[in-house]
């Protein structure tokens, strides 16, 4: 008789039964099976269910389970006879078809059927069998089924996309995956699940990752497709619901792929939709905020597929043996550093990398670099990404330590693949590491100083050897070798392409300009430029591509025009202005929105320096406009900001996207060439309209200066404002309206005049929108007045008409000019006829502008302008050494325009950078403005300009000192006083330099000659090569020498209030009136009444006499004398005059040997006179010929204010 079943029992077994099976304990089954056909007859389906699945899984037990994509369809299956319980199969047919009350056990059953004939390799019977899913309407809800029937929802779907894709076809299997994601996908998403059910769910994950991978690569799966991160989405979410800590990595089961590998294919995926810059899939991603950006999101999904894979990698790979590559790892890194690339570029906002930016995305880049360096031995792709990733973030010396590190282990290991033949995997090829070395040539010389321009110039050298082991590229396209000692070459290396040979000998000539404008040695520096020429000609040549590299143009365009060959530079850049740009969807993710334009406001600066050094000031004022209006629309530009609206307004729209212009997503090297753009169009406005007119317009930089870089003060609410209304000079005008003020329109132009009505005090400052058109004209014809912000100056240049005479304010200005007054015009060589000013509002504003018809194309047509000197240019220098020869332009191909190939990160400065920079050039504008107010005889306003300069070097010295500390610890290479540091604009004590030459310029106009003196020395205590005020110190000197600036007197003078008896109604000091004869001494000079250099053929005494005023002895000045007491003395001891002499002599001789003097013409004039002093006529006039070329070559400023980077954009 059969026992009665107990119910109660029975459900116990039950339970017991399906926690068996959801643990994976199939010893226990066969056992619980017999109780519960005891205890629960009803569930016989469900026990033979069981029965069977123990039994697969037993024969299965030492098989290798199919997984992964395409390895599913070659997997072998387990024959029948060694599945016993494939006998009971027609038992459990017969159950299914009886089991109506049990909706689960019946859904199982047919899932076991299945699962029994794709174990013995009957796909296609188990496909029919295999049910597509359990519907919501057998039950009554899905929440509520058991663990079981969900590990068979999960079976189900796996085994049916398994067969799918045995038979080829993998789409059909592909939708049978994605169709079973929406009612599956709570099973992961709960922390409780068991063993069975993390083997099924991994098991179903992992074959529908890599078959959507594998239809992916075949084309037949699109990254556009919103469904395309369905499969690795789940995966990330399985992976969370792990228990407790992240699972361990290795393999999910026996036969699959590492776990590493799925997460390593969810990373390239993001990284590629980040590179080729797709649209983000949106299909069940995590959302964690309503309003997140899809940039957001990717960046938020990437990193975490990235920490993962990081994770898995690192644990899972151990040290390399000798002979062994982690090749694995360093592709991660190459994947890791793209990435990075496109997210520190310029396609990528700080706004959309949310906390931290660019610069906590390249420190955490940084610690992974490192990290993958402790698993790798001698990697040069490590340690090249190390360099550029040290760039990036401001650390100089570890950068370039980590490049001393990579070119010692390239070469070495080039060595022996030169010896042995054989190619090392691990070993950069030969274009890469002329890549990088290419790119650590153009750091040192951007941003380093002369020690950085000496190691560029031996860098370039190691460059040069490398270069020579390289056969040019064949134009078969087939291999190149490397030539071997013994006259053997390796035939394995890989051929260079001819871009890389182009940027490689663009960097060579890089590296000797920069070394020519450092070194000390002018013989050397004359072939240092010859060979700077020479390699920049040869980076593009014909030979090596048909596209110009924007870096290599500009470079070789500004060398030729230091060189003063203005026909062949003004035709290179003309040339490549015109040049097509690249149309490349990738180079603007890369470079950024507008890359060619901004690229090329460089060159439209040089441009108008060139025009200018021809005179052409119409067209140079025009080209400044063109480098802006390239944009088109200045809100483009700008944005669309109303500068001083109130703080509550500013402050409500500063977040706002439409307020926001392209300057706000340039770095600073990017804003200051516009800011030096605007102030060379103001240079020119002060030679075409006079200093003030220039004086009007400056108030336009300072506004300009503030909406490029804010405020440079401490607190972080203050801002940038001009000066207040009453502080305005009288002729100050009210500025225009922002966008179309800065640098003028071409349909908004006004003209201004000297005339300018002045500004009542209690007038307000307004920025109007909107400009009405006027007229297009240049009012007068130019003069030359022109003032060098480097701490040089040059008020006058070389004049149309030779036969006019320099005037005084022309001889003094940068030392020697003691009278800006004395200015006079000079004859244009170009421009239209001088018209009325068009006034509007009552402001008469200057705009450089062209006659009727004149348009930007007018810059690319005309002939050259001839040599308006007799004399011929020398082919020497001064110093005997032959000068550079131009570049032969037919060999230059320009037919398109590229960006530069060696790309530099965006640096990422700290705070204090900015700050100390954005005050220095914030100084150099304040004694521009300076100049300005001096030139147009307002002297306390140019004193109170430089009062504003000082005030900012002072603080710049507190709080150098205050973070002197802080910068040692973190940087052994940390800016001081006398040094910038990397990338440092000037020292503080330059810049004290630079304020104290202009006080001293202005002291010089105002007559006090002591004050003056006084003023220059100090500028060289602070900075001893300071050029504008050995200049100005050596032109007193020379007066001293020459007696035209008598001494002090010896006692001080009395102040007689009300007067005395002897000089009645007088209030000024006695010392005043008995020196008047002195400061008067050197009147008679302000106007020369014979030509240079013939003051020496007449008689010592008689020049003495003439140029003092003063009676003196009849005694020879030659001829020693008693000395008498000092306040007896009328004249200065001629020991004191010849040291005078003597010094200026050397002062003068030592700059011009510099690289910041060795063109400058006031010190090769003055050093002229320091010769004719001495009766050295025929250095006097080679150096005065000297002067005559160099100021035929020289534009209305510096040459090196055209770009902040030197020879290097």
Request: hydrophobic share 35%; aromatic share 8%; glycine share 8%.
């Given at each position: 008789?059969?026992?009665?079943?107990?119910?109660?029992?029975?459900?116990?077994?039950?339970?017991?039964?399906?926690?068996?099976?959801?643990?994976?304990?199939?010893?226990?089954?066969?056992?619980?099976?017999?109780?519960?056909?005891?205890?629960?007859?009803?569930?016989?389906?469900?026990?033979?269910?069981?029965?069977?699945?123990?039994g697969?899984?037993?024969?299965?037990?030492?098989?290798?389970?199919?997984?992964?994509?395409a390895?599913?369809?070659?997997?072998?299956?387990?024959?029948?006879?060694?599945?016993?319980?494939?006998?009971?199969?027609?038992?459990?047919?017969?159950?299914?078809?009886?089991e109506?009350?049990?909706?689960?056990?019946?859904?199982?059953?047919e899932?076991?059927?299945?699962?029994?004939?794709?174990?013995?390799?009957?796909?296609n019977?188990?496909?029919?069998?295999?049910?597509e899913?359990?519907?919501?309407?057998?039950?009554?809800?899905?929440?509520n089924?058991?663990?079981?029937?969900?590990?068979?929802?999960?079976?189900?779907?796996?085994?049916?996309?398994?067969?799918?894709?045995?038979?080829?076809?993998?789409?059909?299997?592909?939708?049978?995956f994605?169709?079973?994601?929406?009612?599956?996908?709570?099973?992961?998403?709960s922390?409780?699940?068991?063993?069975?059910?993390?083997?099924?769910?991994?098991?179903?994950?992992?074959?529908?990752?890599?078959?959507h991978?594998?239809?992916?690569?075949?084309?037949?799966?699109?990254?556009?497709?919103?469904n395309?991160l369905?499969?690795?989405?789940?995966?990330?979410?399985?992976?969370?619901?792990?228990?407790?800590?992240?699972?361990?990595?290795?393999?999910?089961?026996?036969?699959?792929?590492p776990?590493?590998?799925?997460?390593?294919?969810?990373?390239?995926?993001?990284?590629?939709?980040?590179?080729?810059?797709?649209?983000?899939?949106?299909?069940?991603?995590?959302?964690?905020?309503?309003?997140?950006?899809?940039?957001?999101?990717?960046?938020?999904?990437?990193?975490?597929?990235?920490?993962?894979?990081?994770?898995l990698?690192?644990?899972?790979?151990?040290?390399?043996?000798?002979?062994?590559?982690?090749?694995?790892?360093?592709?991660?890194?190459?994947?890791?550093?793209?990435?990075?690339?496109?997210?520190?570029?310029?396609?990528?906002?700080?706004?959309?990398?949310?906390?931290?930016?660019?610069?906590?995305?390249?420190?955490?880049?940084l610690?992974?670099?490192?990290?993958?360096?402790?698993?790798?031995?001698?990697?040069?792709a490590?340690?090249?990404?190390l360099?550029i990733?040290?760039?990036?973030?401001?650390?100089?010396?570890?950068?370039?330590?980590?490049?001393?590190?990579?070119?010692?282990?390239?070469?070495?290991?080039?060595?022996?693949?030169?010896?042995?033949?054989?190619?090392?995997?691990?070993?950069?090829?030969?274009?890469?590491?002329?890549?990088?070395?290419?790119?650590?040539?153009?750091?040192?010389?951007?941003?380093?100083?002369?020690?950085?321009?000496?190691?560029?110039?031996?860098?370039?050298?190691?460059?040069?050897?490398?270069?020579?082991?390289?056969?040019?590229?064949?134009?078969?396209g087939?291999?190149?070798?490397?030539?071997?000692?013994?006259?053997?070459?390796?035939?394995?290396?890989?051929?260079?392409?001819?871009?890389?040979?182009?940027?490689?000998?663009?960097?060579?000539?890089?590296?000797?300009?920069?070394?020519?404008?450092?070194?000390?040695?002018?013989?050397?520096?004359?072939?240092?430029?010859?060979?700077?020429?020479?390699?920049?000609?040869?980076?593009?040549?014909t030979?090596?591509g048909?596209?110009?590299?924007?870096?290599?143009?500009?470079?070789?365009?500004?060398?030729?025009?230091?060189?003063?060959?203005?026909?062949?530079?003004?035709?290179?850049?003309?040339?490549?202005?015109?040049?097509?740009?690249?149309?490349?969807?990738?180079?603007?993710?890369?470079?950024?929105?507008f890359?060619?334009?901004?690229?090329?406001?460089?060159l439209?600066?040089?441009?108008?320096?060139?025009?200018?050094?021809?005179?052409?000031?119409?067209?140079?004022?025009?080209?400044?406009?063109?480098?802006?209006?390239?944009?088109?629309?200045?809100?483009?530009?700008?944005?669309?900001?109303?500068?001083?609206?109130?703080?509550?307004?500013?402050?409500?729209?500063?977040?706002?996207?439409?307020?926001?212009?392209?300057?706000?997503?340039?770095?600073?090297?990017e804003?200051?060439?516009?800011?030096?753009?605007?102030?060379t169009?103001?240079?020119?406005?002060?030679?075409?309209?006079?200093?003030?007119?220039?004086?009007n317009?400056?108030?336009?930089l300072?506004?300009?200066?503030?909406?490029?870089?804010?405020?440079?003060?401490?607190?972080?609410?203050?801002?940038?404002?001009?000066?207040?209304?009453?502080?305005?000079?009288?002729?100050?005008?009210?500025?225009?309206?922002?966008?179309?003020?800065?640098?003028?329109?071409?349909?908004?132009?006004?003209?201004?005049?000297?005339?300018?009505?002045?500004?009542?005090?209690?007038?307000?400052?307004?920025?109007t929108q909107?400009?009405?058109?006027?007229?297009?004209?240049?009012?007068?014809?130019?003069?030359?007045?022109?003032?060098?912000?480097?701490?040089?100056?040059?008020?006058?240049?070389?004049k149309?008409?030779?036969?006019?005479?320099?005037?005084?304010?022309?001889?003094?200005?940068?030392?020697?000019r003691?009278?800006?007054?004395?200015?006079?015009?000079?004859?244009?060589?170009?421009?239209?006829?001088?018209?009325?000013?068009?006034?509007?509002?009552?402001?008469?504003?200057?705009?450089?502008?062209?006659?009727?018809g004149?348009?930007?194309?007018?810059?690319?047509?005309?002939?050259?302008?001839?040599?308006?000197?007799?004399?011929?240019?020398?082919?020497?220098?001064?110093d005997?050494?032959?000068?550079?020869?131009?570049?032969?332009?037919?060999e230059?191909?320009?037919?398109?325009?590229?960006?530069?190939?060696?790309?530099?990160?965006?640096?990422q400065?700290?705070?204090?950078?900015?700050?100390?920079?954005?005050?220095?050039?914030?100084?150099?504008?304040?004694?521009?403005?300076?100049?300005?107010?001096?030139?147009?005889?307002?002297?306390?306003?140019a004193?109170?300009?430089?009062?504003?300069?000082?005030?900012?070097?002072?603080?710049?010295?507190?709080?150098?000192?205050?973070?002197?500390?802080?910068?040692?610890?973190?940087?052994?290479?940390?800016?001081?006083?006398?040094?910038?540091?990397?990338?440092?604009?000037?020292?503080?004590?330059?810049?004290?330099?630079d304020?104290?030459?202009?006080?001293?310029?202005l002291?010089?106009?105002?007559?006090?000659?002591d004050?003056?003196?006084?003023?220059?020395?100090?500028?060289?205590?602070?900075?001893?090569?300071?050029?504008?005020?050995?200049?100005g110190?050596?032109?007193?000197?020379?007066?001293?020498?020459?007696?035209?600036?008598?001494?002090?007197?010896?006692?001080?003078?009395?102040?007689?209030?009300?007067?005395?008896?002897?000089?009645?109604?007088?209030?000024?000091?006695?010392?005043?009136?008995?020196?008047?004869?002195?400061?008067?001494?050197?009147?008679?000079?302000?106007?020369?009444?014979?030509?240079?250099?013939?003051?020496?053929?007449?008689?010592?005494?008689?020049?003495?006499?003439?140029?003092?005023?003063?009676?003196?002895?009849?005694?020879?000045?030659?001829?020693?004398?008693?000395?008498?007491?000092?306040?007896?003395?009328?004249?200065?001891?001629?020991?004191?005059?010849?040291?005078?002499?003597?010094?200026?002599?050397?002062?003068?001789?030592?700059?011009?040997?510099?690289?910041?003097?060795?063109?400058?013409?006031?010190?090769?004039?003055?050093?002229?006179?320091a010769?004719?002093?001495?009766?050295?006529?025929?250095?006097a006039?080679?150096v005065?010929?000297w002067?005559?070329?160099?100021?035929?070559?020289?534009?209305?400023?510096?040459?090196d204010?055209?770009?902040?980077?030197g020879?290097?954009?």
């Amino acid at each position: 008789m059969a026992p009665t079943p107990n119910a109660t029992k029975g459900r116990g077994y039950l339970d017991s039964l399906d926690n068996a099976r959801c643990e994976g304990d199939w010893d226990a089954v066969p056992e619980l099976v017999r109780k519960v056909r005891k205890h629960a007859p009803n569930r016989a389906c469900l026990a033979s269910t069981a029965e069977i699945e123990h039994g697969i899984t037993k024969a299965t037990a030492s098989e290798t389970p199919t997984a992964a994509g395409a390895d599913t369809a070659t997997a072998g299956n387990v024959p029948p006879k060694d599945i016993e319980v494939a006998a009971h199969l027609p038992k459990l047919l017969s159950l299914i078809e009886e089991e109506h009350t049990y909706a689960e056990d019946r859904f199982q059953a047919e899932v076991c059927v299945g699962w029994l004939h794709w174990a013995v390799g009957e796909y296609n019977l188990a496909l029919d069998r295999l049910p597509e899913g359990f519907g919501e309407n057998q039950v009554e809800s899905l929440d509520n089924i058991s663990e079981w029937t969900k590990v068979c929802m999960m079976k189900s779907a796996y085994l049916r996309a398994n067969c799918l894709a045995r038979s080829g076809k993998e789409l059909d299997a592909l939708a049978v995956f994605e169709a079973s994601i929406p009612p599956t996908s709570f099973t992961w998403s709960s922390q409780t699940a068991r063993k069975q059910l993390r083997y099924w769910s991994e098991l179903f994950l992992t074959e529908y990752c890599m078959l959507h991978n594998d239809c992916r690569e075949k084309g037949q799966v699109s990254l556009q497709d919103m469904n395309s991160l369905v499969c690795f989405r789940s995966w990330a979410r399985w992976w969370d619901s792990s228990k407790g800590a992240p699972l361990a990595g290795g393999y999910g089961f026996k036969g699959s792929v590492p776990r590493r590998r799925i997460w390593w294919e969810y990373y390239k995926l993001l990284s590629t939709i980040l590179q080729e810059d797709l649209p983000y899939p949106t299909s069940h991603v995590a959302i964690t905020h309503t309003e997140t950006s899809p940039r957001a999101q990717l960046l938020v999904e990437l990193k975490r597929a990235e920490t993962a894979f990081e994770a898995l990698l690192l644990n899972e790979t151990t040290f390399p043996k000798a002979n062994e590559e982690r090749e694995e790892v360093e592709l991660f890194v190459a994947t890791l550093m793209r990435n990075w690339t496109i997210l520190t570029g310029r396609g990528w906002s700080e706004k959309d990398l949310g906390q931290g930016g660019k610069a906590g995305l390249s420190a955490s880049v940084l610690e992974m670099l490192y990290r993958s360096a402790m698993k790798t031995y001698h990697s040069t792709a490590i340690l090249r990404n190390l360099f550029i990733v040290h760039l990036a973030v401001a650390e100089f010396d570890l950068a370039f330590k980590a490049f001393d590190a990579y070119l010692d282990i390239a070469k070495k290991g080039r060595a022996r693949v030169e010896k042995t033949g054989h190619e090392e995997k691990g070993l950069d090829d030969d274009a890469t590491i002329l890549k990088t070395i290419s790119l650590c040539i153009s750091a040192l010389c951007r941003f380093g100083g002369r020690d950085a321009a000496e190691k560029a110039k031996d860098v370039a050298s190691e460059l040069e050897h490398w270069l020579e082991k390289i056969e040019p590229p064949q134009a078969n396209g087939g291999m190149d070798s490397v030539q071997e000692e013994g006259g053997r070459s390796s035939a394995t290396a890989d051929r260079v392409p001819a871009k890389v040979l182009a940027l490689a000998w663009q960097s060579i000539g890089l590296a000797h300009a920069q070394w020519a404008r450092m070194t000390f040695d002018a013989a050397h520096r004359t072939e240092m430029q010859k060979k700077a020429i020479k390699s920049l000609h040869a980076s593009l040549s014909t030979g090596l591509g048909g596209s110009a590299d924007v870096r290599g143009v500009f470079a070789l365009g500004l060398l030729l025009a230091e060189q003063r060959e203005l026909t062949t530079a003004i035709e290179l850049v003309k040339t490549a202005l015109l040049a097509r740009s690249a149309r490349d969807e990738t180079l603007v993710l890369s470079n950024g929105p507008f890359w060619r334009e901004r690229s090329l406001i460089p060159l439209w600066h040089l441009l108008s320096l060139l025009l200018s050094a021809r005179q052409e000031y119409v067209l140079a004022a025009r080209t400044c406009e063109c480098a802006i209006e390239q944009f088109g629309d200045p809100a483009v530009l700008y944005g669309q900001q109303t500068t001083y609206k109130s703080d509550h307004l500013n402050e409500a729209e500063k977040d706002l996207d439409a307020s926001r212009g392209l300057v706000d997503e340039m770095d600073d090297f990017e804003k200051e060439n516009i800011l030096e753009v605007k102030m060379t169009q103001l240079a020119i406005v002060e030679i075409t309209e006079g200093p003030r007119v220039a004086v009007n317009a400056s108030l336009e930089l300072l506004t300009l200066f503030s909406r490029l870089f804010g405020s440079v003060q401490v607190q972080p609410k203050q801002s940038l404002e001009p000066p207040k209304t009453s502080n305005v000079p009288r002729t100050s005008a009210t500025f225009r309206g922002f966008k179309t003020g800065i640098f003028g329109n071409r349909n908004t132009r006004t003209d201004r005049r000297d005339n300018v009505a002045p500004e009542q005090p209690g007038e307000k400052l307004e920025a109007t929108q909107t400009r009405p058109d006027t007229a297009h004209s240049i009012s007068r014809a130019p003069t030359i007045q022109v003032t060098k912000e480097n701490g040089t100056s040059n008020d006058t240049r070389r004049k149309s008409n030779h036969s006019e005479k320099r005037s005084e304010s022309a001889r003094r200005e940068s030392g020697r000019r003691r009278d800006s007054q004395a200015a006079r015009r000079r004859a244009a060589s170009t421009g239209p006829v001088p018209h009325p000013a068009t006034v509007i509002d009552g402001d008469a504003f200057y705009t450089p502008m062209v006659s009727d018809g004149l348009h930007a194309s007018d810059f690319f047509s005309g002939a050259d302008k001839g040599n308006p000197l007799s004399r011929p240019s020398s082919a020497v220098n001064p110093d005997g050494s032959a000068r550079p020869h131009a570049a032969d332009m037919s060999e230059i191909a320009l037919d398109g325009m590229e960006p530069a190939g060696a790309v530099f990160p965006i640096i990422q400065f700290d705070k204090g950078y900015e700050r100390r920079r954005r005050s220095a050039i914030l100084v150099k504008v304040w004694l521009m403005i300076g100049g300005f107010y001096r030139r147009a005889g307002m002297y306390d306003d140019a004193k109170g300009a430089v009062n504003e300069a000082q005030k900012l070097v002072q603080t710049m010295e507190a709080e150098m000192g205050k973070d002197s500390g802080e910068m040692s610890k973190k940087l052994s290479a940390a800016p001081s006083l006398r040094d910038p540091g990397w990338a440092g604009k000037k020292s503080i004590e330059e810049l004290w330099g630079d304020v104290w030459c202009e006080n001293g310029r202005l002291q010089l106009v105002k007559g006090d000659i002591d004050a003056a003196r006084e003023d220059f020395e100090t500028a060289l205590t602070h900075f001893p090569d300071h050029p504008a005020a050995i200049v100005g110190l050596s032109d007193i000197l020379l007066d001293v020498y020459c007696e035209k600036v008598l001494p002090p007197p010896a006692f001080p003078g009395l102040d007689l209030v009300g007067g005395s008896e002897a000089m009645p109604g007088t209030e000024q000091s006695t010392a005043d009136i008995m020196s008047r004869t002195r400061k008067d001494a050197g009147s008679d000079r302000l106007v020369s009444a014979e030509p240079i250099g013939l003051g020496a053929f007449k008689s010592s005494k008689e020049e003495l006499h003439k140029a003092s005023g003063v009676q003196k002895s009849s005694s020879s000045p030659h001829h020693d004398s008693h000395l008498i007491p000092p306040y007896k003395a009328s004249s200065t001891p001629l020991v004191d005059r010849l040291a005078s002499r003597d010094r200026a002599y050397g002062l003068l001789s030592n700059l011009t040997k510099l690289g910041t003097g060795w063109n400058y013409s006031e010190a090769w004039f003055t050093l002229a006179r320091a010769h004719e002093e001495s009766g050295q006529l025929d250095k006097a006039k080679d150096v005065l010929w000297w002067c005559v070329e160099l100021e035929e070559g020289m534009g209305v400023r510096e040459w090196d204010c055209v770009n902040t980077g030197g020879y290097v954009l």
